[in-house]
């Protein structure tokens, strides 16, 4: 059983450019959440979504990100004209549809330069 | 502002030694959860302790839940140079109550 798949590991992006950020969960699990780790910081939540629905968006920054979690196909985080201080490394994870442990996909680094 | 908080911030320790390290958090929890980070990879789930337990084993883990003080301890017995990594514990809140908040985390470094 595969686990928490990302893609791509790291992303280098210029001012202003987009940022797609893609999180394959595992087998069996219908949850996925994105955080954000900042050097030197703990992750910060983002955002939980459920296949096609958006359950909890409370950690997403107001303008620029989304996230989707189609029917079909990976979860999507996705950065529109990305400024250097979403440089960070962004993690997924996913889960069964209970409240306990969460599974972690490798993470994305993104740089902005 | 961050949910939880461990101490201390960084643990240097030789093989064999224990480690210990705490997490203090503020709002009532549904359960707390102990994840381990190696340099530049993802989280690995150590070990969830549920808000009516007080003591949890897996392995030369041991992790301690005490509600009244919104506190945990992780302990690592026999330490070895392979635990070096980054702790964080996490807790569950969140509209829909599964949002992990995460500590900025303990960094171990163990010497052989």
């Known amino acids: 059983n595969a686990g928490v798949m990302q893609n791509p590991r790291h992303l280098v992006r210029r001012r202003g450019q987009e940022a797609r950020l893609r999180c394959s969960p595992m087998?069996?699990?219908?949850?996925v959440y994105w955080y954000r780790q900042l050097p030197e910081e703990g992750l910060k939540f983002m955002v939980y979504?459920?296949?096609?629905?958006?359950?909890?968006e409370s950690g997403m920054p107001k303008e620029r990100f989304s996230a989707e979690f189609p029917k079909e196909g990976p979860s999507i985080l996705r950065i529109q004209q990305v400024v250097r201080g979403d440089s960070a490394a962004y993690f997924c994870?996913?889960?069964?549809?209970?409240?306990?442990?969460?599974?972690f996909g490798p993470g994305t680094r993104l740089t902005v330069l | 502002s961050q949910q939880g908080e461990e101490d201390p911030q960084a643990l240097s320790i030789q093989e064999g030694e224990n480690a210990t390290m705490n997490c203090s958090y503020k709002t009532s929890i549904n359960n707390l959860q102990w994840y381990r980070q190696n340099s530049g990879r993802g989280l690995v789930h150590l070990i969830l302790i549920r808000s009516n337990e007080r003591e949890k084993h897996s392995g030369r883990l041991r992790v301690t839940l005490d509600t009244s003080k919104k506190s945990s301890s992780l302990l690592i017995t026999a330490s070895r140079a392979a635990d070096t990594a980054s702790y964080f514990c996490a807790t569950v809140v969140g509209q829909a109550g599964t949002a992990l908040i995460f500590g900025k985390g303990t960094t171990l470094s163990v010497s052989s």
């Open positions: 087998k069996g699990h219908s949850h």
């Open positions: 979504l459920q296949k096609e629905n958006i359950i909890d």
């Open positions: 994870a996913s889960s069964p549809p209970a409240v306990g442990e969460q599974f």
